[in-house]
């Protein structure tokens, strides 16, 4: 009896021993971020190792990394970076498991000192894209807005081949937030024709989060925010710098960009980093004719001198900006009948030689930011970080004058701007983490003296201060909720002349408030869905209170109305992110509705004959709006070497008021791009091919617009590189091509569209030499 019950003993532990063994495969994943617990930057390429090293990961540059095939159980992870000290931590896995590792980066400074925890998502109701140094480094001698154009989401608002601005969901101008070195840009905005004042290449990211965001960014940001992120200086390296110039067909140019920044050994934690850079450029081509005074110079240098402990630390930033461009001299015609003829012929009025002189019509622009921050930590998981910036833009535009006045700006502005921002990052136990903070903004505008001419914008000062709060709940590994709310208020005083000459001071108080909720579901290992309900606000602007007169650089009359209040959003948005078969296959989709009130815009209002020419009428009106849209982007990678992509958007917009579709929304858009990989010797070569497909905007109001909308286009690009390793230095050689074809279209978004076609093809050629450091490898498209 004793022997069948060892035995029935001994056969039931081994079936129970096989069902416990079937209910525990090795199929687990563990994915997250890899960041510098500093400035929670992304520590690009850092290796995870899991146990005896049969399994690991190497992250990408966005920090991103992702292990399969592990067992349940606690497991040892190793982690490495350069400038790292090799880290061990435990992790505990029971199901598939999302953390980051946050690793301390100055690590000469402190015995060991790494955390690794499971942390709610930064973004979590917000879609968010990120253009890393790569490829901005492929977007060589291209505008921010260029850069972002063909991001899923984003367009561009032009004003001849000069002038861009970004569109993030068929909204621009006032209602995108631009953040440079994470302050607000301050720089005259409000104009259509004004482009953002900033070198791209002073930063090595840009982020952009797409959607309403005025719970942490504040006003203006009811499309989104772009983000220029503050860079990653050296910890180690004493020098280590790069040296990039590029030339240009299309305009006949080029430019030059150089940077040095280093670690000072002696003080530990002490970095520094200075940057340059120029352009030069003539008149622009269109393809059957030159776009006369359409010049460009622009230069720009930043520095910054940072010194970092793990419980305390402090930066100091300063860039300048210099541009001076040509506006469409075509654009500016003398009589009524001219204007009206050359809008309705769709010939250019106005054609030169080409020429690298920039004359009257033309704009100048000087911009300075100050930026001193400095953060302390009152224990491991939070920190208090104050920051103060000092902004001032000196804006000039000339007008063609009689009497040799030329020269002389019919329009003088100085803009000056103090902000003060007093954030807490704090955790709430183990899992709840937020922020709280308080943003302080005063600014005084000011016309100078001597132009000639009645300003088209008032003197005036404006102070703004808000309070804000967002609480991120992990609710379980799956899923995560976000909450935050903010008050806000501005007072605007403003010093004209009205209509009858009469000397006037007016004010205005406006009280805002927005809230967002958010959710972040990882549905399955490879399915993320996000989404939120958020409300976002904007004041109406100065300029859309009292402009009154010629705007010369959009060549256009614009009249403000001073009964506006300011607009209020609401809106939802869903996003859904899929990766399939080890990330061969990718979707990015989302969807979008929005309601504003008071939705302020420069409607069109007829023609006007001045004695400085004829020119067409727009008037500030507010009405309420309903938007919606859909954006989607599908990649997929056949082969190691291999990347094809489809991405396309679409936007509506209907005026409630007036029954109408609304005006000025982008036209429907696809694209598409092949990127191929190889090696050539020690180096790699990355050949792309992109076309974009952009339709006839035909839901536009009926009759409002001085000319029907310009037709459906087709553009081919191309985009080679080649790098290769020196040593430790990198040499990259690229070559960008844009519309291959050199075809003749107009953009429903250039202002200049009835004036002249838009830039034909253009090809830059560029070179760039990094040195001073090891240098990672162009890595495949295909782990």
Same mark, same amino acid.
């Not at 791009?673 to 050949?687: C, D, E, I, N, Y």
């Given at each position: 009896?004793g #022997?069948?019950?060892?035995?029935t003993? /001994? ?12 209910t525990?495969p090795c199929?687990?994943v563990?994915?997250g971020? /890899?960041?510098d617990e500093h400035?929670r930057t ?8 899991v146990?005896?090293g049969?399994k ?5 540059a966005?920090?991103?990394f992702?292990i399969?095939g592990l ?9 490495t970076h ?13 199901t598939d498991?999302?953390?980051?590792v +946050?690793?301390e980066?100055?690590?000469h400074?402190l015995e ?9 998502d930064e973004? /979590?109701g917000?879609?968010?894209?990120e /253009?890393?140094?790569e ?14 154009n063909?991001?899923t ?5 032009q ?6 601005k970004p569109v993030?969901?068929?909204l621009?101008g006032?209602?995108? =937030?631009l953040?440079?070195?994470?302050i607000?840009?301050e ?12 070198d791209?290449f002073s930063?090595d990211?840009?982020?952009?989060v ?6 942490q960014?504040g006003?203006?940001?009811l499309g989104?925010?772009i #983000?220029?992120?503050?860079v990653e ?11 990039r110039?590029?030339?240009m067909l299309n305009?006949?140019g ?8 280093g670690a000072?050994r ?5 970095a ?6 120029g352009?030069y450029?003539?008149d622009a081509q269109?393809p059957?004719y030159v776009?006369s005074?359409t010049g460009?110079r622009?230069s ?5 001198l940072a ?6 630390g ?12 040509g506006i469409l001299?075509a654009?500016h015609i003398?009589n009524l009948?001219d204007l ?6 769709g010939?250019?009025?106005y ?7 920039i004359d009257?019509?033309?704009q100048t622009?000087h911009?300075?930011?100050l ?7 009152p224990?491991e998981?939070?920190?208090?970080v ?7 833009n000196?804006?000039q535009?000339?007008d063609?004058r009689?009497?040799g006045?030329s020269?002389?700006?019919a329009?003088d =502005?100085?803009l ?5 921002d007093?954030?807490y990052?704090h +955790? ?7 922020k709280?903070?308080?943003n302080?903004?005063w600014?005084?505008n000011?016309n100078v003296p001597?132009t000639?001419v009645?300003?088209l914008l008032?003197n ?18 799956e ?5 935050g ?8 005083r403003?010093r004209?002349f ?5 000397y006037i001071t ?6 805002n408030?927005?809230f967002?909720l958010?959710?972040?579901w990882?549905?399955?290992d490879?399915i993320r869905?996000?989404?939120g309900?958020n409300?976002? +606000?904007?004041p109406?602007?100065v300029s859309e209170l009292?402009s009154?007169g010629?705007h010369?650089?959009s060549a256009a009359?614009?009249?403000?109305d001073?009964d506006?209040?300011?607009e ?6 869903i996003d ?5 078969r ?9 969807l979008?509705a929005?309601?504003t009130d ?5 409607r069109?209002?007829?023609y006007? =004959?001045?004695i400085?020419?004829?020119?067409? #009428?727009f008037?500030y009106?507010a009405t ?5 849209g859909t954006?989607a ?6 082969a190691?070497a291999w990347?094809l992509s489809?991405?396309g ?5 209907r @005026?409630?008021?007036n029954d ?5 929304v982008?036209?429907d858009r696809?694209g598409?791009?092949?990127a ?6 020690k180096g790699?070569?990355r050949l792309s091919? @992109? ?5 006839v905007?035909?839901r536009i109001?009926?009759?409002?617009d ?6 459906g286009?087709?553009l081919?690009?191309m ?8 040593g430790?230095?990198?040499f990259?050689?690229?070559l960008?091509a844009e519309?291959l074809?050199n075809t003749?279209?107009?953009d429903y978004?250039d202002?200049f569209?009835?004036y002249?076609d838009a830039?034909?093809m253009d090809i830059t050629v560029?070179f760039s030499w990094r040195f001073?450091a090891?240098?990672e ?7």
């Amino acid at each position: 009896m004793g #022997v069948p019950r060892l035995y029935t003993s /001994v056969l039931i532990a081994a079936l129970c021993s096989h069902l416990f063994a079937q209910t525990d495969p090795c199929d687990l994943v563990l994915s997250g971020r /890899v960041l510098d617990e500093h400035d929670r930057t992304p520590l690009s390429f850092a290796d995870l190792v899991v146990g005896d090293g049969r399994k690991g990961a190497t992250a990408d540059a966005q920090g991103r990394f992702r292990i399969e095939g592990l067992c349940p159980g606690a497991l040892r992870l190793r982690v490495t970076h350069v400038g790292c000290e090799m880290q061990e931590i435990q992790v505990e896995i029971r199901t598939d498991r999302e953390i980051t590792v +946050f690793l301390e980066h100055h690590i000469h400074e402190l015995e060991q000192f790494e955390v690794a925890r499971e942390r709610p998502d930064e973004n /979590v109701g917000h879609s968010r894209v990120e /253009v890393d140094r790569e490829q901005m480094d492929r977007s060589t001698g291209r505008s921010i807005a260029e850069m972002l154009n063909g991001i899923t989401g984003v367009d561009m608002q032009q004003s001849g081949p000069t002038i861009s601005k970004p569109v993030i969901r068929g909204l621009s101008g006032n209602r995108v =937030l631009l953040l440079n070195q994470g302050i607000r840009q301050e720089d005259q905005q409000w104009g259509t024709e004004h482009a953002p004042n900033l070198d791209p290449f002073s930063t090595d990211r840009i982020t952009v989060v797409r959607g309403a965001a005025s719970v942490q960014y504040g006003s203006d940001a009811l499309g989104g925010v772009i #983000v220029t992120e503050p860079v990653e200086l050296p910890d180690k390296e004493p020098l280590r710098g790069e040296i990039r110039a590029l030339g240009m067909l299309n305009g006949r140019g080029g430019g030059g960009i150089g940077l040095l920044e280093g670690a000072v050994r002696r003080v530990p934690g002490l970095a520094w980093r200075v940057q340059g850079s120029g352009k030069y450029l003539g008149d622009a081509q269109a393809p059957d004719y030159v776009l006369s005074n359409t010049g460009l110079r622009e230069s720009g240098a930043s520095a910054t001198l940072a010194w970092e402990r793990h419980l305390f630390g402090a930066t100091v930033y300063y860039s300048w900006f210099a541009r001076e461009l040509g506006i469409l001299r075509a654009s500016h015609i003398g009589n009524l009948t001219d204007l009206q003829n050359a809008v309705a012929s769709g010939e250019v009025a106005y054609e030169a030689p080409f020429n690298y002189a920039i004359d009257a019509p033309r704009q100048t622009v000087h911009h300075h930011l100050l930026k001193a921050e400095a953060y302390w930590r009152p224990s491991e998981l939070d920190q208090l970080v104050l920051t103060y910036s000092y902004q001032a833009n000196d804006r000039q535009e000339y007008d063609r004058r009689r009497g040799g006045r030329s020269a002389i700006p019919a329009l003088d =502005l100085f803009l000056a701007t103090h902000t003060v921002d007093l954030v807490y990052k704090h +955790f709430l136990g183990e899992q709840i983490h937020g922020k709280v903070g308080v943003n302080g903004l005063w600014q005084e505008n000011f016309n100078v003296p001597g132009t000639g001419v009645r300003p088209l914008l008032p003197n005036y000062d404006r102070g703004t201060i808000g309070l804000f709060m967002v609480e991120h709940f992990p609710i379980s590994d799956e899923l995560e909720l976000e909450a935050g709310a903010r008050l806000d208020q501005a007072e605007l005083r403003v010093r004209t002349f009205d209509v009858e000459d009469t000397y006037i001071t007016p004010s205005h108080s406006f009280t805002n408030h927005a809230f967002s909720l958010g959710t972040n579901w990882s549905v399955t290992d490879s399915i993320r869905v996000r989404a939120g309900v958020n409300s976002a +606000f904007r004041p109406p602007h100065v300029s859309e209170l009292y402009s009154q007169g010629l705007h010369h650089g959009s060549a256009a009359i614009e009249e403000g109305d001073p009964d506006l209040d300011s607009e209020r959003m609401v809106q939802a948005t869903i996003d859904t992110e899929w990766d399939a078969r080890n990330g061969r296959w990718s979707l990015d989709w989302s969807l979008h509705a929005s309601r504003t009130d008071g939705f302020i815009y420069l409607r069109p209002e007829g023609y006007r =004959l001045t004695i400085r020419g004829a020119f067409p #009428v727009f008037r500030y009106t507010a009405t309420d709006v309903f938007m919606w849209g859909t954006d989607a982007r599908v990649a997929f990678r056949p082969a190691r070497a291999w990347e094809l992509s489809v991405q396309g958007g679409l936007v509506r917009g209907r @005026d409630l008021q007036n029954d109408e579709w609304l005006f000025q929304v982008p036209a429907d858009r696809i694209g598409a791009s092949a990127a191929w990989q190889t090696a050539v010797g020690k180096g790699h070569l990355r050949l792309s091919v @992109d076309g974009r497909w952009v339709r006839v905007q035909d839901r536009i109001p009926v009759g409002l617009d001085f000319t029907g909308p310009p037709d459906g286009y087709t553009l081919l690009g191309m985009d080679l590189l080649w790098e290769r390793p020196l040593g430790r230095d990198r040499f990259q050689l690229g070559l960008r091509a844009e519309n291959l074809l050199n075809t003749a279209y107009r953009d429903y978004l250039d202002r200049f569209r009835y004036y002249a076609d838009a830039r034909g093809m253009d090809i830059t050629v560029w070179f760039s030499w990094r040195f001073g450091a090891a240098q990672e490898p162009v890595r495949p498209l295909i782990e």
